[in-house]
């Protein structure tokens, strides 16, 4: 067991967890810690620099760290690496133009020796646009399926909706991606049901081995 998996085994004992968000810019990675949060998201500004949000989920405390997505900006990334227990990657599924940028940014992230071992969630985010990808076409452009040997990893389809749609968090986004045959248990796949709680998600996200 290296040093990493014993770092965060012995802080899921301490009940603390920390999560890194990140993506390009206009991804909607405010929006949706916003949302998680149970927070007004009608007036939403570019991050410059980096928000932290904490969320309370079976007496767990889970810090999420918002971290601007501005080219400009990217190379101060490695800054929030430090103790990251799990990853969320945020895309539009909508901007195609700008999937090959995103695939790039996400691979060379995670090369990090800092981010090695930590669970990757991908959000195929803003699917209530015309013509965004669906979650299935995002991880292929993604080339996600090359981590397979070497990182926990879960792509959901995400678009904003209210907080009913969602009965077990405060606030909840349909789930787009196609019904999985396999067991929700299985990384690669969201849990089989009509919708699905931002807040199972990270905490399986941070919980995995």
């Not at 810090?63 to 997505?69: A, F, P």
């Not at 990217?74 to 539009?92: I, P």
């Not at 076409?137 to 389809?157: C, P, Q, S, T, Y």
């Not at 995400?158 to 787009?176: D, E, F, I, M, V």
């Amino acid at each position: 067991m290296g040093l990493l998996s014993i770092i965060r085994k012995i802080k899921r004992k301490e009940k603390e967890m920390r999560i890194l968000m990140v993506g390009l810019d206009n991804s909607g990675k405010t929006t949706i810690v916003l949302k998680i949060n149970g927070e007004d998201t009608s007036v939403i500004s570019p991050t410059l620099g980096f928000n932290i949000k904490t969320i309370q989920y079976q007496k767990y405390s889970l810090n999420i760290w918002d971290v601007g997505g501005q080219k400009t900006i990217r190379s101060y990334w490695r800054n929030y690496f430090e103790q990251t227990d799990g990853l969320v990657w945020v895309v539009d599924s909508s901007d195609v133009r700008r999937l090959d940028d995103c695939r790039a940014e996400l691979h060379n992230l995670l090369k990090e020796e800092r981010l090695a071992g930590s669970s990757l969630l991908v959000f195929a985010n803003k699917q209530d646009i015309q013509g965004a990808l669906k979650p299935d076409e995002i991880a292929k452009v993604l080339n996600l399926e090359v981590m397979n040997k070497d990182r926990h990893w879960k792509i959901v389809g995400a678009a904003p909706t209210p907080a009913t749609a969602c009965s077990r968090a405060s606030t909840g986004w349909s789930r787009t991606s196609p019904p999985a045959s396999t067991s929700s248990t299985d990384l690669k796949h969201p849990p089989n049901s009509g919708h699905f709680s931002p807040y199972e998600l990270l905490f399986f996200l941070v919980t995995q081995p």
